[in-house]
């Protein structure tokens, strides 16, 4: 029999910074592919099990979707608008639990050099020894 996850004390926080994170890369993600933010719209709400975040964009030059993340299961899906033929087709879904388990994937520079530099650089206004 599989046991079943029971949230910790701080799970409400951590699932309100992965929605923070999850909706910045989304914001990210519409920018980089050449849209502007009028075009985004997103929306956080709380479902029946959860809670989730909602981006509408466009997911290629001529059609628009939505990027969905069900925070409580840890999945991203996103599905397309396709005019043509008046439907909504899922494009990809990943389930994104170990993924943000990472400390560092193609990075540069590693969190592990900056904490090096953080280490060997005082920070602005710290008083000299």
């Known amino acids: 029999?599989?046991?079943?996850?029971?949230p910790g004390p701080h799970a409400g926080a951590a699932r309100w910074l992965i929605v923070i994170l999850l909706s910045a890369i989304a914001t990210c993600l519409v920018i980089e592919l050449g849209f502007g933010l009028s075009e985004a719209r997103a929306e956080a709400s709380s479902g029946r099990d959860g809670s989730y975040v909602v981006v509408?964009?466009?997911?290629?030059s001529e059609t628009y979707g939505l990027y969905l993340v069900d925070v409580e299961h840890g999945t991203i899906s996103v599905y397309?608008?396709?005019?043509s033929k008046r439907t909504l087709r899922l494009m990809a879904a990943r389930n994104f639990t170990f993924d943000v388990q990472?400390?560092?994937?193609?990075?540069?520079?590693?969190?592990?050099?900056?904490?090096?530099?953080v280490q060997q650089h005082k920070r602005l206004g710290e008083p000299k020894d």
């Open 1 to 6: 029999m599989a046991t079943r996850y029971q």
């Open 56 to 60: 509408a964009g466009k997911v290629t």
């Open 80 to 83: 397309q608008y396709v005019p």
């Open 102 to 117: 990472l400390d560092e994937y193609n990075t540069e520079p590693s969190p592990r050099e900056i904490q090096r530099l």
